[in-house]
């Protein structure tokens, strides 16, 4: 157990590695200045993106929990998902655009997930100029 890490896995080393290379955009890894310390924080476009092992945060945790044998390990993924579910809306609440990303997305489909962080990059640059916009017209 304390062999295994909790950030600068290699599979978000390998992701972020290729976002450095897709995007001009400045960006922070592994931020503990904001709640649930996320792996990649693009500050300026206030995007905050989650790279979430599928294991420790429960991907389709609810069709496999049965299979776990004893309940310290239900507790710990059910903690993990609640925790991620509170984090998740906090940052949405204080204006974040919160993205969270599944190992196996990354391992299967890495251009489509590295296109939906730049998409969203780009959607929500264009908001902020927006509302920067109304915010001088008023």
């Given at each position: 157990?304390?062999?295994?890490?909790?950030?600068?896995?290699?599979?978000?080393?390998?992701?972020?590695?290729?976002?450095?290379k897709?995007?001009?955009?400045?960006?922070?890894?592994?931020?503990?200045?904001?709640?649930?310390?996320?792996?990649?924080?693009?500050?300026?476009?206030?995007?905050?993106?989650?790279?979430?092992?599928?294991?420790?945060?429960?991907?389709?945790?609810?069709r496999?929990?049965?299979?776990?044998?004893?309940?310290?390990?239900?507790?710990?993924i059910?903690?993990?998902?609640?925790?991620?579910?509170?984090?998740?809306?906090?940052?949405?609440?204080?204006?974040?655009?919160?993205?969270?990303?599944?190992?196996?997305?990354?391992?299967?489909?890495?251009?489509a997930?590295?296109?939906?962080?730049?998409?969203n990059?780009?959607?929500?640059?264009?908001?902020?100029?927006?509302?920067?916009?109304n915010?001088?017209?008023?």
């Amino acid at each position: 157990m304390s062999k295994i890490r909790s950030s600068n896995t290699q599979f978000e080393k390998d992701f972020v590695a290729e976002l450095r290379k897709k995007t001009r955009k400045s960006f922070r890894t592994n931020a503990g200045d904001l709640k649930g310390k996320p792996d990649i924080v693009f500050q300026k476009e206030k995007i905050c993106v989650f790279l979430d092992s599928d294991f420790w945060h429960g991907w389709q945790y609810p069709r496999w929990k049965r299979i776990l044998k004893n309940d310290f390990w239900k507790r710990k993924i059910e903690n993990t998902r609640n925790r991620d579910m509170k984090t998740t809306v906090y940052l949405r609440r204080k204006g974040w655009k919160v993205l969270r990303i599944w190992s196996h997305q990354i391992d299967e489909q890495s251009d489509a997930t590295l296109n939906k962080v730049i998409d969203n990059l780009r959607k929500n640059g264009r908001r902020r100029r927006n509302e920067k916009e109304n915010q001088g017209k008023s």
